[in-house]
């Protein structure tokens, strides 16, 4: 489900951000590292609502760096 619509979808369909053991936050391009996760749709405007409402914080249950969510909509310019 992705944090920013709330919308159901295929994992494999959804961008995973993921927390390391060592509170490293990163997003996982493959899907397998280890850690507590989150999804969110290749869509700029679902990472907008997701910075909005504070969505990456409350899923990972730690402070997130504004940072994350300029990766994130780099990732989706890029493709």
């Known amino acids: 489900m992705c944090i920013g619509c709330m919308t159901k979808n295929d ?3 959804l961008i995973r ?3 390391n053991s060592d509170n490293t936050i990163k997003v ?3 899907n397998n590292s280890d850690g507590r ?3 969110i749709c290749e ?3 679902c990472v907008i ?3 909005k409402k504070n969505a990456l914080r409350r899923a990972l249950k730690c402070d997130v760096d504004d940072k994350i969510y300029d990766v994130l909509l780099e990732e989706i ?3």
Do not use: F, R, T
């Open 37 to 39: 996760g989150a999804y």
């Open 17 to 19: 951000i993921v927390k």
């Open 77 to 79: 310019k890029n493709g």
């Open 11 to 13: 994992k494999y369909k």
């Open 28 to 30: 996982d391009n493959k």
């Open 49 to 51: 609502k997701a910075k």
């Open 43 to 45: 869509k700029e405007e």
